[in-house]
Nanobody, 118 residues
Framework: QLVESGGGLVQPGGSLTLSCTAS????????IGWFRQAPGKQREAVSC????????LANDFARGRFTVSRDNAATTVYLQMSSLRAEDSGVYYC?????????????WGQGTQVTVSS
């Protein structure tokens, strides 16, 4: 199971770093995707990273503002978010994905709430 953390309340223009850790399996073997879901909207992909540490998908809204990275030694995948906007608010999830499609290939966790508001 993957566990997301690091969400919270941040002002517009601010930054947050989300973390994704694994429980019960070796995260390093998997391609991982970050997804988000805003109230009343469908879940959408944010960015994905392969098992070698290369990002292979970033949605348009994420380019230039969000960076996905991983530390295999620490079994953690990060999503660094900057220049946050109100429309970035939502629940953020990490999940194993396929490559190159970045389609979910595992179970969803609880997610972590990100709220961008002044």
């Amino acid at each position: 199971q993957l566990v997301e953390s690091g969400g919270g309340l941040v002002q517009p223009g601010g930054s947050l770093t989300l973390s994704c850790t694994a429980s019960g399996f070796t995260l390093a073997r998997y391609h991982i995707g970050w997804f988000r879901q805003a109230p009343g909207k469908q879940r959408e992909a944010v960015s994905c990273i392969n098992d070698s540490g290369w990002a292979f998908l970033a949605n348009d809204f994420a380019r230039g503002r969000f960076t996905v990275s991983r530390d295999n030694a620490a079994t953690t995948v990060y999503l660094q978010m900057s220049s946050l906007r109100a429309e970035d608010s939502g629940v953020y999830y990490c999940v194993p994905v396929d490559n190159p499609g970045c389609r979910p290939a595992g179970s969803w966790g609880q997610g972590t709430q990100v709220t961008v508001s002044s």
